[in-house]
């Protein structure tokens, strides 16, 4: 089994992501369970605007819809700004709609039969809501979203510490982090035995 975790910190490598660091522990959770984890930065890439899965020339994003296909689990990691997803997680939202039309050879979806999560971190409030709509949106392109499958950090309201200077929650968003890699590798696991068939024409 493979999950993907698709990072939309705004922070080009090598610059160290909050989100990602607490995003480890989810990926260490899997790895025990024998998950392979694959990690992309997408501010690292080219992935300019737009609703198709292939812009053609210089568009990095269809080597990353190739990785959401042979991954059965996808983990959204984002940070909260002003309260909302990063601008980048809106960007791969939007690319990804067009596999809301996209078919396997017999007729299934092909966002069908795989699991979603999301971790976020920030300053500010806002998880819940980041997690809503990211979550929302995954179920629209097809993604099954399982019970408890997402962990979140927050400082509380105002400016303060980042996650990796204090150890303020991190209990609390460790442990919740390795239930989501539960839940997600358990729904995982209960789809491949039983997945969803092609619908009815």
């Avoid at 097809?142 to 510490?161: C, K, L, V």
Wanted: glycine share 8%; proline share 8%.
């Amino acid at each position: 089994m493979k999950a993907l975790f698709l990072s939309c910190t705004l922070k080009p490598s090598p610059e160290p992501s909050n989100t990602e660091t607490l995003a480890a522990v989810v990926a260490d959770a899997l790895r025990e369970r024998g998950v392979t984890v694959d990690h992309v930065r997408l501010a690292d890439l080219d992935v300019p605007p737009g609703v198709v899965t292939d812009l053609g020339d210089g568009d990095a994003w269809p080597g990353v819809h190739e990785q959401l296909l042979n991954a059965e689990i996808l983990v959204v990691v984002t940070p909260t700004w002003i309260g909302r997803p990063s601008s980048i997680a809106q960007r791969m939202l939007e690319r990804m709609d067009a596999m809301i039309s996209e078919t396997a050879k017999d007729g299934t979806p092909v966002a069908y039969n795989r699991v979603a999560g999301v971790v976020v971190t920030g300053n500010e409030d806002g998880a819940h809501h980041v997690i809503s709509e990211i979550n929302g949106a995954l179920v629209d392109i097809g993604y099954t979203i399982p019970g408890q499958s997402w962990t979140y950090w927050n400082q509380g309201p105002g400016p303060g510490d980042d996650y990796p200077q204090t150890e303020h929650g991190h209990e609390w968003s460790h442990s919740t982090g390795r239930l989501m890699a539960h839940n997600l590798y358990s729904v995982a696991s209960a789809l491949a035995a039983q997945p969803v068939p092609p619908p009815k024409s």
